[in-house]
């Protein structure tokens, strides 16, 4: 009971130092009006204007392809993989778009694969290999884009656990390899982990989607004290996929719990209270670990609340790499280093701290973190275009001469060939 008592004695001073220092540093905030510069060239990036160095034809398919499989499950639109419907939106209206495949930079092909769930509204990826084979089918036949560089000046919106792997368990995505007909195409995609036969070396990593007007309607004054020092919702153990309890986020969630459920500085569980969003405001850092694949949610939502973002996923490539400085807003702990999290946190020196919160702070960070409707300068959808720039021109070596053939149409497993 003593040491019980002195532990939180402990845990109150110690956070009642980092509140003290806060509360200076917002006073100083708050008389100067200004965040912290992002500096070096990813703030350079980071507000780059992507209009007028880019255009991108936008195919039309059947609506069976999109419009249709969206309009039979609405609930579509707010799970985490509904960048492809929006990105397709957002398109069809931006200055970018053009209407003359001739004077394209790039080709789009909107198909949302994302959009069949469970009852729950998990998603299946199960069809999506069939539907993208479909409609490249569809697009190579109807149009001479295609077949002249096989796709190497197309982009796929591929939201995926595992991208254009698709399937959301790793040693199946393994298994089954990137979709064949997408070798050459550029992916845009939520999955990123170096050395993963998922991750094509040219992708663009973006973040997964999160309803803005829902996190917006749940903000608190930014005066409000950041009284947790550690702070995680959502599973350790995924015992319906993993029943032995030690594939599933590689271990790293089950170590989280084991070590520190009973820790005062870390507010941890698998509940998920109404009140959600608005404790990660009151939070120091938000512990973002991987699950079955290595990016989740929580990484857009800690950025938005200003929860420096603890990521746990060895080897994580992070959305718009090249534009966000994660080094310097996030913290890294491998994954077999879990058990130290408690002495990695209380070793950062407070002056850290208050300059990745002020990173944080600047409203640039934020905006590149999300889809908003409609569209802002510098969100997440400009910074996909401005990533699409970056790969412009295209190398002369990406147009095939006559006869010849890069890509196998009868790769891959045999389901993957039923027509769609």
């Known amino acids: 009971m003593c040491e019980m008592r002195n532990r939180r004695w402990v845990l109150a001073v110690f956070l009642l130092c980092i ?30 204007d992507p209009f007028g160095r880019l255009k991108v034809f936008v195919y039309e398919l059947p609506s069976k392809y999109n419009k249709k499989i969206l309009q039979k499950d609405p609930r579509c639109l707010n799970h985490m993989f509904a960048a492809e419907i929006y990105m397709h939106r957002f398109l069809l209206s931006s200055p970018v778009r053009t209407l003359n495949p001739e004077e394209a930079d790039w080709f789009y092909t909107p198909v949302y694969t994302t959009c069949d769930l469970t ?4 998603p299946l990826p199960f069809k999506s290999p069939r539907m993208m084979r479909s409609a490249i089918q569809l697009i190579s036949s109807n149009w001479p884009y295609w077949n002249r560089t096989e796709g190497a000046d197309h982009f796929f919106i591929t939201p995926h656990d595992f991208g254009a792997c698709f399937h959301y368990l790793e040693e199946k995505a393994i298994e ?8 050459r195409a ?24 999160a309803p803005p007007q829902k996190m917006q309607a749940h903000l608190i004054p930014p005066s409000t004290p950041r009284s947790i020092f550690v702070y995680f919702r959502g599973l350790f153990y995924d ?12 271990g790293a969630r089950a170590s989280v719990w084991e070590n520190f459920k009973d820790n005062p500085l870390f507010d941890i569980s698998t509940e998920h209270p109404t009140t959600y969003y608005e404790d990660m405001q009151r939070a120091v850092f938000c512990l973002c670990p991987l699950g079955w694949a290595p990016w989740s949610p929580r990484l857009v939502e800690a950025v938005i609340f200003g929860c420096i973002p603890v990521i746990i996923a060895d080897d ?47 409203p640039s960070m934020k905006q590149a973190m999300l889809f908003p409707q409609p569209a802002q300068p510098r969100d997440a959808f400009h ?38």
Do not use: M
């Not at 912290?36 to 990036?45: C, Q």
């Not at 009852?119 to 998990?122: D, I, S, V």
């Not at 089954?176 to 070798?183: E, V």
């Not at 913290?331 to 408690?342: G, Q």
């Open 19 to 48: 509140e003290f220092c806060l509360r200076i540093e917002a006073f100083k905030f708050h008389r100067t009006q200004q965040t912290e510069r992002i500096s070096g060239s990813a703030g350079d990036v980071l507000e780059d």
């Open 119 to 122: 009852p729950n509204g998990l």
């Open 176 to 183: 089954r390899g990137i979709l064949h007909l997408l070798q």
């Open 186 to 209: 550029t992916l845009v995609q939520t999955f990123g982990q170096r050395n993963h036969v998922c991750l094509k070396d040219d992708s663009i990593i973006i973040p997964p989607y």
């Open 239 to 250: 015992v319906g996929n993993d029943p032995e309890g030690g594939y599933y986020a590689r």
């Open 316 to 362: 994580i490539v992070l959305p718009f790499a090249d534009a966000i400085p994660w080094e310097e807003i996030g913290v890294f702990v491998a994954e077999k280093d879990v058990p130290k999290l408690d002495t990695i946190l209380t070793s950062i020196p407070i002056d850290e701290i208050l300059k990745k919160q002020r990173l944080l702070a600047n």
């Open 383 to 420: 910074q996909i275009l401005n990533g699409l720039a970056r790969k412009l021109p295209h190398d002369k070596r990406v147009y095939l001469k006559s006869g010849d053939k890069f890509l196998n149409w009868t790769a891959g497993p045999v389901a993957d060939l039923k027509p769609w």
